[in-house]
């Protein structure tokens, strides 16, 4: 699950500074993301990516 919150914190991170996911990033994180949603669920992946993203910068989010 720690994955999944990782990739939702890292979002936030780009969003809050204004720098978008690079294009040469996108293909590894989208299969990241698939294989996350694979395993673990489309449904518990999304939530834990969730809660990543609601993690402040200071916060652990695993």
């Known amino acids: ?14 969003e809050s500074a204004g720098a978008p996911l690079p294009q040469a990033e996108r293909g590894d994180v989208g299969r990241i993301t698939a294989g996350l949603r694979a395993t673990l669920g489309t449904e518990t992946c999304a939530a834990e990516y969730s809660t990543g993203c609601a993690a402040g910068v200071d916060d652990d989010p695993a």
Do not use: E, T
Request: net charge positive.
């Open 1 to 14: 699950m720690r994955p999944a919150r990782l990739l939702g914190a890292a979002a936030r991170a780009r």
